[in-house]
C-alpha cells in the first residue's frame, strides 16, 4: 500500500531560509539555527492561552486523584517520558502520578522504532493496559499531528472518560483534533526538513516543562518559586534543600541541616514547624488538611505574614 503523502504538513515543509544548508560554512548553519529556534519561543507565546488551560484541567484532575500521562512516539514520545521521569525527583511525586507511554516502550528509548508509531490499536492497548480512567490525564504529542498511535490512544482514553490535550506543531485546519484542549507550537518548516526533532522538539520540550511544573505550582509542590517538595535523594538536592531552608528561614547551614533531619528531609515540612514551632506531627496534619499546601496551611495556623510572603523575623519572602 502507498504511504500517504504528507507533504502538505508544516512540519514537512523546505524552509526556504536552509534551502542552501549543504553549501554552508559552519557559522554559517549555527546562524541560521540561532535564527529559527528563536521561532520556538513565539510559538509558546502563541499557545499560551491553551497551555494556561491545560494546567488548570490536569491540576484539576490530579487533586481528584487522577495521574497525568504523556504518550506518543519517536522523538515526540521521548520528550513526554523525559518530562514524566523528571517530575519524582523534583517534585517528590510518586512515578504514576505522571508517566510517559512511548510507542515501542523502553527499548524506543534508545532505539528507533517509529514504525509501531503507525498502529492506532496499539496507542488505544495502552490505554487499556494503564487503567485509564475519568480522572486522568492523556496529553498526546505529536509534531506533524497525524501519528495513528496517538489518535489510537486519545480516542480510547476519551472512551474511557478521561480529559484529553493534543500537541502538535502544525495548523488544525491540516489536522484536527476532537480533545478537551488543543496546542499548536506554530514553529514553521524545520532547518532539515521534516526533522522534527529540532524547532519541533524544542517547542515541545518548552510546553511541556510549562505544562507540568504549572501542574505542580497548582498542587502546592512549590512556594514562591522554591522547590519546597524536592526529594532529598542526592547530594546536589541536599544541598539544595538547605539553601532553600536557609534563604527562607534565614538560617545558617548547620541550622538548615539540624531541622531538615527533624522533619525527615521534608523542606515544606521543615519551614512549617520552623515558622510555626509547632510539632512535626502536628505541621503534618496541618498540611494534610491543606492538600499540602504550604502557604494556606501557614494561613490556617495564624501565620498570615509569613503566607502573605513576610517571615514573623521580617526577613522578605517571595510572593507566590
Given at each position: ?126 490505554m487499556v493496559e494503564h ?104 547530594s546536589k538536592l541536599e ?82
Amino acid at each position: 500500500m502507498s504511504p500517504v503523502n504528507r507533504g502538505y504538513l508544516l512540519t514537512e515543509q523546505s524552509n526556504p531560509v536552509s534551502q542552501h544548508l549543504d553549501q554552508c560554512s559552519a557559522l554559517e548553519i549555527v546562524e541560521i539555527f540561532h535564527q529559527e529556534d528563536t521561532k520556538t519561543v513565539r510559538a509558546i507565546a502563541q499557545a499560551k492561552a491553551s497551555l494556561a488551560e491545560a494546567i488548570d484541567l490536569t491540576a484539576e484532575a490530579l487533586r481528584a486523584g487522577g495521574r497525568l500521562f504523556y504518550i506518543g512516539a519517536g522523538t515526540s514520545g521521548r520528550l513526554g517520558v523525559l518530562d514524566a521521569a523528571e517530575c519524582p525527583p523534583t517534585f517528590c511525586t510518586p512515578p504514576e502520578l505522571v508517566q510517559g507511554i512511548l510507542a515501542g516502550g523502553a527499548a524506543a528509548l534508545l532505539k528507533s522504532s517509529e514504525g509501531l508509531e503507525d498502529l492506532p490499536q496499539d496507542g488505544a492497548a495502552a490505554m487499556v493496559e494503564h487503567g485509564i480512567g475519568p480522572n486522568d490525564v492523556v496529553v498526546g504529542i505529536t509534531a506533524g499531528g497525524t501519528t495513528p498511535y496517538v489518535h489510537g490512544a486519545l480516542k480510547a482514553a476519551r472512551e474511557r472518560g478521561a480529559k484529553t490535550v493534543f500537541m502538535a506543531c502544525v495548523p488544525a485546519e491540516q489536522v484536527s483534533a476532537a480533545v478537551d484542549v488543543d496546542i499548536r507550537l506554530m514553529v514553521g518548516p524545520e532547518v532539515l526538513a521534516g526533522s522534527t526533532r529540532l524547532k519541533a522538539g524544542t517547542a515541545t520540550k518548552l510546553a511541556l516543562n510549562i505544562l507540568s511544573t504549572g501542574v505542580m505550582v497548582r498542587l502546592g509542590k512549590v512556594y514562591g518559586n522554591r522547590m519546597v517538595d524536592v526529594a532529598v535523594t542526592n547530594s546536589k538536592l541536599e544541598d539544595r534543600a538547605l539553601r532553600i531552608l536557609g534563604d527562607l528561614a534565614d538560617l545558617s547551614r548547620a541550622e538548615a541541616a539540624q531541622l531538615l533531619e527533624a522533619s525527615d528531609r521534608s523542606v515544606k515540612l521543615a519551614l512549617m514547624m520552623h515558622w510555626s514551632g509547632r510539632e512535626k506531627a502536628d505541621c503534618q496534619a496541618l498540611l494534610a488538611q491543606h492538600q499540602g499546601i504550604l502557604r494556606a496551611a501557614l494561613a490556617a495556623a495564624n501565620l498570615p505574614a509569613v503566607a502573605s510572603g513576610k517571615a514573623t523575623t521580617g526577613m522578605p519572602l517571595p510572593n507566590a
